[in-house]
């Protein structure tokens, strides 16, 4: 059997899940609290350090699902991202999708790990 | 050229693709007469007829995102899941989004493979 | 570090990603004035293009998860599909989500690569 590490675990799901040198995770805003642009840069922040805790890095992004709860925030997603985002850019989709109470922003990652991580 | 394995394929579908040791399947309720807590129910099921199929079990799951036709059937779908996701789960996403008619859930699943699947 | 191919970098993404043999991307119509039948044609159009591009071809894909901003196209979406898709399909799901202003349809794609791309 190849194996499957798992972060973050919870008796739920786990924070991110590696296997076959590919790292699977979701982010949503530890703080739903916050308005849209908070959220989003609350995100991408936690996107940071789940890549740290991986021993990556952005460059090693493969693909973002990012769903808004209202597409209106579209720009205030775009501003950020942009100015987030690393010069070898993932693919990245968005979508509207109704998101549980008060969450703005899901976002769903594939990032390529090192390969030490398997 | 590496190789492809598909399960149960249709013209229009696979019900399962397997390549480089990662299996890709969608699920809906094989009966969408069924409430969303029947449908989810069954929906759990059948992954783990899948898994059955393809050699592997629930612990060999990487990702799971659950498409709710309504967010307010979000309490069920934990209580039956957390009756159910093994003790190191996938990651999980969950989002609200019109479904078929008469359709509850969909979920869209990406597993590991015991490596002699290729 | 496993190497990691993009293809049609922007500042905001990339057109395609490739790693481990496997190949992820997203499709909107490039022409988003036309209708959702005009629109799904010309996505299924824009996959060919990047597969081609990739060294592969319908053969190779894995899984493709479309978001309908009318879920009543479904019937075009399946038409349009079950004439392009090949004898050995994908995975697919299909719901439906609010899309970018114009937009009928927008396509997930996961595909396998030949080895050579790596």
Redesign the interface.
């Known amino acids: 059997?190849?194996s499957?590490r798992?972060f973050g675990?919870?008796?739920?799901?786990?924070?991110?899940?590696v296997?076959?040198?590919?790292a699977?995770?979701?982010e949503v805003a530890e703080s739903p609290a916050l308005d849209a642009r908070g959220q989003i840069a609350e995100v991408l922040g936690q996107i940071d350090a789940t890549l740290t805790m991986l021993g990556a890095d952005r460059t090693?992004l493969?693909?973002v699902?990012v769903?808004l709860a209202d597409?209106a925030d579209?720009p205030v997603l775009?501003e950020l991202?942009?100015a987030w985002?690393p010069?070898?850019?993932?693919?990245?989709?968005?979508?509207?999708?109704?998101?549980?109470a008060g969450y703005k922003v899901?976002m769903?990652i594939?990032a390529?790990?090192?390969?030490s991580l398997g």
């Open positions: 059997m190849t499957i798992r675990e919870s008796k739920r799901w786990s924070d991110a899940v296997h076959n040198g590919t699977y995770w979701v090693r493969l693909q699902l769903y597409l579209a775009n991202w942009d985002v010069a070898d850019p993932p693919v990245r989709a968005c979508v509207q999708a109704h998101l549980s899901e769903i594939t390529a790990m090192p390969s």
